[in-house]
């Protein structure tokens, strides 16, 4: 069975930092780019951040450059999400997501905005991050 399971969120004041987790089963990460997007209340969807599992080259929104790290562990068939310097705009249900020839950025730009982006393959569930000022 094909799944992604985030995990990770929780809880932190302004300044802290969690690591989100994505682990993919049924398929491998070399072949596929991962993507970490968020859904704030109110506001649109915002691709986070995103790796190709085999050949790196990671994206980040801008919003969260120089304080997010998107790393791929291949032989766990994970991809990890260091969040740093949290901010309360931070706030939102975290999910992830697996497009097969798709490049990070192009992965990013697709998960902004609405609806299902037609060059995912697997959608994951949600984690809740919630930062406190």
């Known amino acids: 069975e094909v799944q992604l399971q985030a995990s990770g969120g929780g809880l932190v004041q302004a300044g802290g930092s969690l690591r989100l987790s994505c682990a993919a089963s049924g398929f491998t990460l070399d072949d596929y780019t991962i993507g970490w997007f968020r859904q704030a209340p109110g506001k649109e969807r915002e691709g986070v951040s995103c790796?190709?599992?085999?050949?790196?080259?990671?994206h980040y929104a801008d919003s969260v450059k120089g304080r997010f790290t998107i790393s791929s562990d291949n032989a766990k068939n994970t991809v990890y999400l260091q969040m740093n310097s949290l901010k309360p705009e931070d706030t939102a249900v975290y999910y992830c997501?697996?497009?097969?020839?798709?490049?990070?950025?192009?992965?990013?730009?697709?998960?902004?905005?609405?609806?299902?982006?037609?060059?995912?393959?697997?959608w994951g569930k949600g984690t809740q991050v919630t930062v406190s000022s």
């Open positions: 997501a697996a497009a097969f020839m798709e490049s990070p950025s192009g992965l990013c730009t697709g998960l902004a905005g609405t609806g299902d982006y037609p060059g995912v393959n697997y």
């Open positions: 790796i190709h599992g085999g050949n790196g080259g990671p």
